[in-house]
């Protein structure tokens, strides 16, 4: 008994010390690397930089302040569409919005110039227009329509936290549905609506792909950051501009922290009951919303059906026809990629859930006040740009006592922990489900840690955990941005493969990549899904016998 409790105590232990040193070293020691590096290192000064270059920051601040303004427009104008509808035609419509998450993060690049480029298929093809795609408008339409999908789905779900009797009362004392709408649910909506906005104002910032591809001639500081190491070989250059980005981006974070907790503790009630749904289409609220919603949903059909035919045809004579030479041409560029791209996702999936979920267990069951530090240092991956994290990893994994960056394994520790900020909030739920007392009677029957986590802790989190995985999976499968400076050329992953495709006009091979992404995340989810559907009817099996 003795070297049972003694193998639990080292075990706990343990982890304990594993779980603080990889946050520390491979979060936090990079941010500091760069910054403490950023301005010892001989170059241009950081209020020089400002003073010559303020007008990137300019251009940064317009990008991210009117996509931030339209895509909460059009997230909002989605979520009011949902009280008009029947759960029938909602599930379909959540589900398109679910589906369009698992691209590449450009792929909405590519599917406007595919479009509307100087050869696309609806400017060119059809209209007979010379249509120069490229510039802000280019890159505030791609935004807006690739971040409208995420946040449209947090307000979806706020919806379904209102208390259905309170609208319930509004209706039998005579309220008109545009009432209701504009008294009841938007106020209420309010918190998420500012968490919302604040989300796509950090992501715009933070966006580098999109003004890289369809930017043209205008620059911002995400995109300059990238060619300042690309082009330039300038890392000081680079860590000012992220360093520049940092400013405003930490002063959304702490808003949305505050706006968060707001969203999160304001409880509406979450009765199942559903009568108070659909509200009656009636009044210029349903017409309004739902031309928008017809407009943004056709958007969506346009964008991922373009990449589909480009991916399968070619232009003969100015005409379209059915190939497969785009398929048989990306041969060369996926020799090997695919594998190590799912292997990456497979490992970091699974490696970052499971630090996620132990750090939400001593956290939140043990009440350790160092795990909860170390939590909030996991969060800097989301704060921050992506480019940033990557620099970071250049500047602390490349010197003398550390040089892994030639190695693979400094990738998959990238993917592994820039994915834990969203884990350990998807960790936070699933364990606030388990009622704290199981631990307890673990210990009154003379059970150790690993008994804690062996009966209780995993098997009741496991579907929150199947989630978080698969979160994860395809987070890596779509990233970008802290890996660009990594990867070294004989191992590029699949998007970096398409983001270097899309650069030299090879649009087609780039649709192949896209539509092979998109299925191996829409497999792994079929699988991960079908996996719990399984369990849960076992489950049900068991207790009804």
């Known amino acids: 008994m003795k070297r049972k409790h003694f193998g639990s105590i080292l075990a706990d232990k343990t982890v304990y010390i594993l779980l603080s040193v990889s946050i520390l070293g491979f979060i936090l020691y990079p941010y500091l690397s760069i910054f403490i590096q950023s301005f010892q290192e001989q170059g241009i000064a950081f209020s020089a930089f400002i003073r010559q270059d303020a007008v990137l920051l300019q251009h940064s601040l317009f990008i991210a302040i ?53 050869r696309g298929m609806i400017t060119h093809d059809l209209l007979n227009l010379t249509f120069n795609p490229y510039g802000a408008h280019g890159i505030i339409l791609m935004e807006t329509l690739s971040f409208t999908s995420l946040n449209a789905l947090v307000l979806i779900g706020m919806l379904h936290q209102l208390e259905p009797a309170v609208i319930n009362s509004a209706r039998s004392l005579g309220a008109k549905s545009d009432a209701v709408i504009r008294d009841m649910i938007l106020p209420l909506l309010r918190p998420g609506v500012i968490v919302v906005a604040l989300i796509s104002f950090i992501r715009s910032l933070a ?32 860590a000012l501009i992220n360093f520049t980005l940092c400013i405003p981006a930490l002063l959304g974070f702490f808003l949305y922290i505050h706006y968060e907790h707001t969203m999160t503790t304001q409880h509406h009630g979450l009765s199942s009951d559903t009568n108070a749904l659909p509200l009656p289409k009636k009044g210029w609220f349903f017409p309004v919303t739902c031309c928008l919603a017809v407009i943004f949903y056709g958007a969506l059909l346009l964008q991922y059906g373009s990449i589909l035919i480009n991916a399968v045809t070619v232009k003969n004579m100015g005409q379209l026809t059915f190939s497969w030479q785009p398929l ?20 970091a999936g699974f490696v970052g859930s499971l630090i996620s979920f132990l750090i939400i267990y001593y956290s939140q069951i043990r009440q350790s006040r160092w795990m909860n530090l170390i939590e909030l240092i996991g969060t800097f991956p989301y704060i921050l740009p992506g480019t940033f994290f990557g620099l970071g990893y250049l500047y602390a994994f490349s010197g003398q006592y550390f040089h892994l960056t030639n190695l693979s394994i400094i990738v998959i520790i990238n993917v592994t922990f820039k994915q834990v900020a969203f884990a350990t909030k998807a960790a936070k739920a699933a364990v606030a489900q ?31 955990f199947a989630l978080t995985f698969l979160n994860g999976f395809i987070s890596t499968m779509t990233t970008i941005g802290s890996i660009i400076f990594l990867i070294r050329p004989g191992q590029k992953v699949m998007t970096i493969v398409m983001f270097d495709v899309v650069q030299r006009g090879e649009y087609q091979i780039a649709s192949v990549i896209a539509c092979l992404i998109i299925l191996i995340c829409l497999i792994m989810a079929g699988l991960v899904f079908g996996i719990l559907g399984l369990k849960q009817r076992r489950w049900l099996h068991v207790s009804r016998s």
């Open 207 to 238: 966006d580098f792909q999109t003004p890289t591809i369809i930017g043209g001639s205008y620059r911002v500081l995400a995109s300059e950051g990238y060619f300042a190491v690309i082009s330039a070989g300038d890392l000081h250059r680079a």
């Open 66 to 118: 009117l996509t931030m303004v339209l895509t909460v427009f059009m997230s909002l104008t989605l979520a009011i569409f949902f009280v008009f509808l029947k759960s029938k035609w909602q599930k379909p419509l959540r589900l398109f919005l679910l589906v369009t998450m698992v691209s590449p993060p450009f792929v909405t690049s590519l599917a406007y110039i595919t479009l509307f480029g100087r």
């Open 434 to 464: 388990v009622e704290p007392t199981y631990f307890k009677t673990v210990h009154d029957l003379g059970g150790t840690v690993l008994n804690e986590w062996h009966d209780v802790f995993f098997p009741m989190t496991r579907q929150g």
């Open 328 to 347: 048989l041409d990306s041969r060369m560029y996926l020799d090997g990629t695919i594998l190590r791209t799912v292997s990456y996702a497979l490992v």
